[in-house]
């Protein structure tokens, strides 16, 4: 069984920056898929960013390129989503997500989930 906790969220302006993490605990990463996803009041939960244990390779939604940077640190089993240039559309609740296929986990398919976190940007 996998955990994921998520934190970092909060209310920011628009422009601003905010980092997430998500601290996961209970197998070994070497071969996980991790993500973040986000959904909005009234929304469908959308991916943002997905990146492999293995290599670090990332894949971004296009609303975020550019502005999104996913990054992990292996040694203390954390993802980490630096969000800069945050705009009101960026408000949401963002998910953690971890998946052993890169390829289902970027689908939504996510084999476990942390709890979310608030983001909410003010404009």
């Known amino acids: 069984q996998v955990q994921l906790v998520e934190s970092g969220g909060g209310l920011v302006q628009a422009g601003g920056s905010l980092r997430l993490s998500c601290a996961a605990s209970g197998r070994t990463f070497g071969t996980l898929a991790m993500g973040w996803f986000r959904q909005a009041p009234g929304k469908e939960r959308d991916l943002v960013a997905t990146i492999n244990w293995i290599g670090g390779s990332t894949y971004y939604a296009d609303s975020v390129k550019g502005r999104f940077t996913i990054s992990r640190d292996n040694a203390k089993n954390t993802v980490y989503l630096q969000m800069n240039s945050l705009k009101p559309e960026d408000t949401a609740v963002y998910y953690c997500?971890?998946?052993?296929?890169?390829?289902?986990?970027?689908?939504?398919?996510?084999?476990?989930w942390g709890q979310g976190t608030q983001v909410t940007v003010s404009s």
């Open positions: 997500a971890a998946n052993s296929s890169p390829v289902r986990l970027r689908l939504g398919v996510g084999d476990y």
